[in-house]
């Protein structure tokens, strides 16, 4: 059988732990014996990006840049007990905090759903792809811990000396104050990928904030998505046949209950974060929740919402066989070789990338797991196997 041909490679940005072990299990059995594939690989393991003192995060970025299309396994952010585990000789940020930064992008995350796996709320029929705006506010707040009657003012200086103070609260006892800031370039670049992210899903885009009583701050998150909107997206949101619609926040949770999905909902950097860990458990598995990095200027980084599973790479080291789930981490390569396949008019890529995703669900829903889904799937004979002959049975199926 002649192998499907890629044009331009992928970025490919290997990692850690058991999803290390998993990314060259799923490029083994799942994508080699059929593409040709082209990849120009990074190597983001701890040790990797510990010998080039990090640059290898900052190549495999800036070639994405590039390329435009990228894949990633999932990386250890060090903590204390990391750097004695692998000897460091620096605590390395986080490489997801150091590519977003880099591209500019906002992460998309929708949950991959299965019959036999019901979501906790009964009328979900499709997933519900969560964006959240990861700069600013709350999480780069300036906070102040008042002991006695006191006054906090806001005070705004500009560079020629010129200044405006507002009166925050006039203290009589002890208390609490928080500065926040967001700036119109990142909330624009959000506006931008969500725009363009749900263009390329056709789904429609729901945006929500407190504008009824943050009538500044959130009011600017309003209006630059609109001004956005009606400048550059709104034809070709019609032309689509989807649409994009503003709603106060409360508003929105209400209907995101009582809708059956298949909509992106963007949100602030704090609702996102509390609503996307929502969203992950009333479906189920972090094991089946995929992640896409998507910058304002159309570039992506696929990768999977969970972590290294170190718990199992533990067992694995000592010669068990894990039964992790790949779902994920495969979704990651499809959606990277779907895109690739989009942007390089490739047919074949594209539909081999829809046929490996419906294998893989073909799989679970015909009863063949991995262990953390024996819990959740509801259906007749199912059975237990190791990640590999998980792996082998998708691949038979194509
Ligand atoms: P984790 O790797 O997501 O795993 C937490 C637990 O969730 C696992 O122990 C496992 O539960 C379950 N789980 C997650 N993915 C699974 C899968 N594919 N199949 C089966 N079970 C799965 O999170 P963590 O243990 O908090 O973090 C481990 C390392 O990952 C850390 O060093 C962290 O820095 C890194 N991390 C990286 C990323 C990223 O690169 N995007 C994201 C998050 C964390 P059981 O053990 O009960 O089976
Ligand atoms: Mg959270």
């Not at 070639?63 to 903590?79: M, Q």
């Not at 997933?127 to 600013?136: E, W």
């Not at 991995?370 to 059975?383: A, I, R, W």
Request: hydrophobic fraction near 35%; charged fraction near 25%.
């Amino acid at each position: 059988m002649a192998k499907i041909a890629m044009k331009t490679p992928l970025v490919e940005m290997d990692g850690d732990e058991m999803t290390r072990i998993i990314w060259q299990q799923i490029k083994d059995i799942c994508i080699l014996p059929f593409v040709d594939l082209k990849t120009e690989y990074f190597d983001l393991g701890l040790v990797n990006r510990d010998k080039t003192g990090d640059q290898v995060t900052k190549d495999s970025a800036v070639r994405t840049k590039e390329l435009g299309v990228a894949v990633k396994c999932a990386t250890i952010t060090p903590n204390a007990q990391r750097m004695t585990e692998y000897n460091l000789t620096q605590m390395w940020k986080s490489p997801n905090g150091t590519i977003r930064a880099m591209l500019d992008g906002t992460v998309f995350r929708a949950p991959i759903m299965v019959k036999g796996i019901s979501p906790f709320v009964s009328c979900w029929k499709k997933p519900i792809t969560i964006a959240r705006h990861a700069y600013g506010d709350v999480y780069r707040d300036t906070e102040y811990r008042v002991e006695e009657p006191a006054r906090a003012e806001l005070v705004i200086t500009y560079k020629d000396g010129r200044s405006e103070k507002q009166t925050i609260f006039e203290f009589e006892d002890g208390g609490i104050v928080e500065g926040l800031y967001n700036t119109d370039k990142s909330i624009s670049a959000f506006a931008r990928s969500c725009f363009n992210y749900a263009l390329d899903v056709k789904q429609s885009l729901w945006f929500a904030t407190k504008d009824t009583i943050s009538k500044t701050y959130d009011h600017r998150f309003k209006d630059i998505f609109q001004e956005i909107y009606d400048n550059e997206y709104k034809d070709k949101f019609e032309a689509s046949g989807i649409e994009y619609f503003y709603t106060l926040i409360d508003d929105a949770v209400a209907r995101v209950m009582r809708s059956e999905g298949g909509f992106v909902w963007a949100l602030k950097n704090y609702d996102g974060d509390v609503m996307s860990d929502m969203l992950a458990s009333a479906c189920g598995s972090l094991a089946m929740m995929t992640s896409v990095l998507v910058s304002p200027d159309g570039k992506y980084e696929y990768e999977a919402a969970h972590g290294t599973v170190t718990r199992h790479y533990y067992r694995y080291l000592k010669g068990e066989q894990t039964s992790t789930n790949p779902m994920a981490t495969l979704f990651a390569w499809t959606g990277a070789l779907r895109k690739r396949a989009q942007l390089d008019g490739l047919t074949d890529l594209e539909e081999f990338a829809d046929k490996l995703e419906r294998a893989s669900i073909d799989t679970i829903e015909s009863g063949t797991i991995t262990g953390d889904l024996n819990s959740l799937l509801d259906v007749p004979d199912k059975h237990v196997v190791t990640t590999e002959e998980f792996l082998k049975a998708v691949a038979s199926r194509i």
